[in-house]
């Protein structure tokens, strides 16, 4: 047969398409080159799971504690298993996408894009095009509002246990978003996805380092309180008022969505799998299990392990919310392994976006030496870097802007909940496979947070310090 059908899209042969540079024979056995003619892949099932691990265990497992909070013992771990299968379900659909046609020798489909574009026509790749780059635009400003929160806290976790617990310790998180910005300035010049893995692995290690910091000190409150905290049913009406209790479950989907959101840069990370055998397909989808559940069980245990520790009063962010205050130099260990690990995540998360600009403007002003031209740059005796005058300014002007815009819009548990619920059914579920009942969560998820940002907005003025 050498045809995938992927959810209710049909994946057309290659020979339909293009021909593959297998057929064309100029790389066929190359050391240097694979199929495609582009540099040899690397990536293993590894390097696969440490871009996918940097991605999805991000900030967003900060927020279990408070999500699980809003929904209870039932509700809070039933929905988080829900959504782990089913963006494994996707991501393993999604992944049968890279090649069109035959499983190790189909035409590449480098990007997400691409593989929607192989698959759908006309407005719906508008949509899913629109909502994929909106959604790393969202994410990288909810990453530098991250990280910033974490290089407050550090500030802040040393101004209590000097000053003692109630001083307000009021401190602007703008000079670390400023900070923050500036270290993505300069990750940003990293040309191309490939050349990120160390990133990765290094921002890997950083996620596993702040999530057991937060299991220890989670199982320590419990184990000080003399029993487990929290209620079946989440929340308490009389604590919250019933609305609000509606708006804040809804929130508590969209954080969860966040968490496991990653389809969106899926095929990018699978382009960086060396070549078959075995297939580009059968090595992510191994990824994606090793990551899906190793991310599960953290979530799980940081999660329930903070609703457990502190009940209806789980803070937003579990290390940043200062639900703990001792031992405060553990703390600023925690939170710097959230700012080391944000840093990589941001690149893993915006280096598709980069990609895709670049490449229009390449195709738009083929003649442009501003555009195309790259200049090489020696850093030392053996290496040397190519500058690109447009990737330079555009990926800046980038992070300048976003910067700022977290800036005006410091609401992390909001932001990360809102960011969930647009990516979640557009792009983890509608393609490769329809679950309308996954929009319904979608949309739901979307007006609770919503919601919290307008109850916000009602008492936030920029720049102030908190």
């Known amino acids: 047969m050498g045809e995938n059908v992927v959810g209710k899209y049909y994946c057309p042969p290659a020979a339909a398409m293009e021909v593959s540079g297998v057929e064309l024979g100029h790389t066929a056995g190359s050391k240097l080159f694979d199929d495609d003619g582009r540099p040899k892949r690397n990536g293993t099932m590894w390097t696969a799971s440490a871009h996918i691990i940097t991605a999805v265990i991000g900030s967003g497992v900060l927020s279990l504690a408070w999500a699980i909070g809003q929904l209870g013992w ?10 782990s299968l089913v963006t494994y379900y996707t991501s393993s659909l999604l992944s049968d996408c890279y090649r069109s046609g035959d499983a190790a020798s ?19 790749v508008q949509i899913c095009g629109f909502l994929q780059y909106a959604n790393i635009v969202g994410v990288s400003i909810g990453y530098t509002i991250a990280a910033s929160t974490s290089m407050l806290a550090i500030k802040r976790a040393n101004c ?22 500036v270290a993505e300035i300069f990750f940003s010049q990293i040309p191309d996805f490939d050349q990120v893995s160390w990133l990765s692995m290094l921002a890997a290690v950083m996620s596993f380092t702040y999530s057991t910091i937060g299991l220890a000190l989670g199982i320590v409150q419990v184990v000080a309180n003399g029993g487990v ?13 019933p609305m609000d209790k509606v708006w804040r479950s809804l929130q508590a989907f969209g954080d969860i969505a966040f968490a496991y959101s990653y389809s969106l840069i899926l095929i990018e ?54 639900g ?21 995540a941001y690149q893993v998360f915006c280096q598709p976006l980069f990609a895709f600009v670049e490449k229009w403007a390449a195709q738009r002003w083929p003649d442009s030496p501003y555009i195309t031209k790259e200049v090489e740059v020696s850093l030392s005796a053996t290496r040397r870097y190519k500058m690109n005058l447009f990737r330079s300014t555009w990926r800046t002007a980038f992070v300048v802007v976003t910067t700022v ?9 909001d932001v990360v909940g809102f960011l969930g619920a647009l990516g979640f059914w557009p792009l983890t579920v509608y393609f490769p496979v329809e679950i309308l009942g996954c929009l319904v969560i979608s949309i739901a998820a979307a007006a609770g947070s919503i919601a919290g940002v307008m109850s916000d907005l009602k008492v936030y003025r920029p720049f102030k310090t908190y």
Not at 288 to 301: E, R
């Open 229 to 241: 905290k929290g209620s079946l049913t989440g929340i308490s009406i009389g604590v919250v008022t």
């Open 405 to 413: 815009v977290s800036m005006l819009l410091p609401f992390f548990n």
């Open 160 to 181: 209590f246990h000097k000053k003692g617990h109630a001083d307000p310790c009021d401190i602007s998180s703008v000079p670390y978003m400023i900070i923050f910005g």
């Open 106 to 124: 189909g035409k590449r489909n480098y990007t997400y894009m691409d593989a929607v574009n192989a698959n759908l026509s006309g407005f719906k």
């Open 269 to 322: 990370i699978q382009d960086t799998i060396r070549a078959p055998p075995p297939s580009e397909a059968t090595v992510m989808k191994r990824a994606t299990v090793v990551s899906i559940a190793v991310t599960t069980v953290f979530y799980m245990l940081c999660g329930c392990m903070g609703y457990a520790a502190f009940g209806d009063e789980a803070p937003g962010n579990l290390l940043t919310g200062f």
């Open 324 to 344: 703990f205050y001792e031992p405060f130099w553990l703390l600023d260990i925690a939170n710097a392994a959230i700012t080391v690990h944000l840093v990589g």
């Open 74 to 83: 039932v509700a809070g771990p039933a929905v988080m298993l829900l959504f």
